[in-house]
């Protein structure tokens, strides 16, 4: 018996083991869509309320499943929703494949309705692979291409389909000169590095008295080898925002993260180390990493592409991270002299009361970082995290103790707003059994957050386990940006561009028929974390915090202290109250409770 075209591409989807489709139904994509209607005992179609929020899902799936994550979308302006999501997927090497909808074939270049250059208009986000079918027996090896491409490459592919294509009878491709005979599955390979270069590596960081590591997300899999690393050269360990999770907060040689959202203790771990061991992370601020010649190091990563360019360093080691380290482990020497790690696990502690003091300051009406203090204490097991960008990214990268078991991520490279919600609606249905959470400021909440609460809304009754919490920081202001118009380039706010209307959050899930709980006193915090968590239903939690709390760098240097002294001068409308905000966090640093 005969089938379509889009019959074949959604079976062979399922082959290569899609489960689950976030995407966006039009007539561009019609055929595809019908197909998926036939086959939802195989494959989930997740509607979203945006192609841009289909994409981001996608992502996330990616990123915390380690599968290929798929979105769908209709020709011209569903296709171009789809992009910002997809570099957020390229940006942060995940393997997402994009299946778009096109024109007719017989329209295509003559100026048609919702004609769009889409090989173009994706060349860039899914340059490794980006075609469009222009016959049944093509699709076979464009969606096998565009699968193992995507899972070999960790990056972004594009399939684009002519309406009329979708609807036609599959061919397989004719045995003859010039056809393709693809096939399905991919295997990810052990990638280690030279023996010799191993050996190198391993002299060099045996020699070092002062060993700092540095994790990102491209060590997600190799927890255990780190962790042997750290005990063997009596190691501290800094986190690169995307390896959030890597290791738990609560080891005592865990620096947190490191960056302008980082910790002290990390970037004193960096400015004060004679050996630096980077281990699947392209952190790119230099700033933030040991002086030219002040550190030997040696790299890890599995893109050789990634391989010094963000410190010069001594020896890179192209290969997968877990294989790597268990290659290099019986190479090391344990270190006797533990003073080091002694002097990094005393800067922690400090730094871990400091925060504590910070959480506990008076703010109008609460403070950001009591907020996130009190929910780091009630974090349930294995919960899974999802951070926006703005301000909400400084408390997550500094307040949150993260335990063994637990997922988190952020758009890391792009560092776009609005993937907060998203990510953790694709958290919720990769693992319907935990607890989702999704760390918002308003600004990004307003833009895209409020549209898909209404996604929960329509799927939460499906989870095995119904709690989603989204925090809200509601302050009235684009506050990243404002602090970053302060502290970078010496301007004092612009409220016309900085100011965000009001609106209803808990009132909204209410209506919604989730549930809304709403906070403005301190006192009350920690009893409106411990309602969200557990409610019978997702939640927003609407916490009204202070915008004049600043997210302090680790480090303040002099330019940053004379443009915020500038913006000052300058009238800033929330100067007294900002004077005041950082007065006490900069004197609990220097000053510090008994």
């Known amino acids: 018996m005969a089938i379509n075209t889009s019959d074949f591409i959604v079976d062979r989807m399922y082959q290569w083991g899609v489960r689950r489709v976030f995407g966006y139904p ?3 994509i019609n055929g595809v869509m019908e197909s998926l209607r036939k086959s939802e005992d195989k494959i989930d179609f997740i509607q979203v309320r945006h192609e841009e929020m289909a994409a981001f899902m996608a992502c996330a799936h990616a990123k915390f499943t380690g ?9 011209g302006p569903g296709a171009i929703h789809l992009l910002n999501g997809l570099y957020d997927a390229k940006m942060d090497h995940q393997p997402v494949v994009a299946i778009v909808g096109q024109q007719a074939r017989a329209a295509l270049g003559g100026n048609y309705q919702q004609e769009v250059d889409l090989v173009n208009l994706f060349k860039d986000v899914a340059g490794e692979f980006v075609q469009m079918a222009t016959e049944p027996s093509q699709v076979r090896h464009l969606i096998d291409r565009a699968f193992r491409i995507a899972k070999a490459e960790r990056t972004v592919t594009c399939v684009i389909l002519p309406n009329d294509l979708q609807e036609l009878d599959y061919q397989e491709p004719a045995r003859s000169h010039g056809t393709i005979h693809s096939s399905v599955g991919y295997s990810k390979p052990v990638i280690i590095p030279t023996e010799e270069d191993l050996l190198r590596a391993a002299q060099l960081l045996n020699e070092g008295k002062k ?3 540095l994790v990102g997300a491209g060590a997600m899999e190799a927890r255990e080898e780190v962790k042997k690393v750290v005990e ?6 800094a986190k690169a925002l995307l390896g959030r999770a890597v290791l738990p907060d609560e080891l005592p040689y865990v620096t947190g993260s490191i960056g ?4 002290k203790p990390s970037y004193d771990l960096m400015m004060e180390c004679d050996t630096l061991l980077m281990v699947g992370t392209s952190f790119p601020y230099s700033e933030f990493l040991p002086k030219e010649g002040a550190a030997k190091a040696v790299q890890i990563d599995i893109d050789g592409r990634m391989l010094g360019i963000r410190y010069p360093v001594d020896i890179n080691l192209h290969g997968d991270s877990k294989h790597t380290l268990q290659a290099l482990i019986p190479l090391l020497k344990r270190k006797e002299d533990r003073s080091w790690r002694e ?4 800067e922690i502690a400090k730094w871990w009361k400091l925060m504590e003091a910070r959480a506990m300051n008076t703010a109008d009406p609460l403070n950001p970082q009591r907020v996130f203090w009190e929910l780091s204490k009630r974090l349930p097991d294995n919960c899974i995290l999802s951070a926006d960008s703005g301000s909400t990214a400084s408390w997550f990268a500094r307040d949150l103790k993260l335990r063994e078991g637990m997922k988190a991520s952020l758009s890391g490279n792009l560092a776009t707003m609005c993937p907060g919600v998203p990510y953790a609606i694709a958290a919720k249905f990769a693992y319907p059994e935990r607890v989702s959470i999704a760390l918002v400021g308003d600004g990004a909440m307003q833009m895209m957050g409020i549209n ?3 996604t929960i809304a329509k799927y939460w009754k ?8 989204v925090l809200v920081l509601n302050n009235h202001d684009l506050n990243m940006v404002s602090w970053e118009q302060r502290v970078m380039a010496g301007e004092p706010k612009f409220e016309g561009s900085q100011n965000v209307p009001d609106f209803k959050y808990a009132q909204y899930a209410d209506m919604l028929g989730l549930k809304g709980i709403r906070v403005d006193n301190p006192d009350d915090v920690a009893d409106a974390i411990a309602q969200a968590m557990s409610a019978d239903r997702p939640v927003i939690l609407e916490a009204v915090t202070d915008p004049n709390v600043p997210p302090l760098p680790p480090h303040i240097n002099f330019q940053q202290a004379k443009d915020f002294l500038k913006s000052i001068v300058k009238g800033d409308v929330n100067r007294w109250e900002m004077i005041k905000q950082t007065y006490k966090d900069v004197i609990d640093e220097y000053f510090p409770k008994a």
């Open 343 to 346: 002097q990094i696990e005393k």
């Open 232 to 237: 063997l050269l009596g190691a501290g360990v």
């Open 211 to 213: 060993v700092a590591i």
């Open 462 to 469: 499906h989870w095995q386990d119904p709690r989603l919490i």
């Open 260 to 263: 302008l959202l980082g910790t």
């Open 452 to 454: 898909e609460m209404i």
């Open 67 to 75: 599968e290929t994550g798929v979105c769908i979308a209709t020709s």
């Open 26 to 28: 039009g007539d561009g």
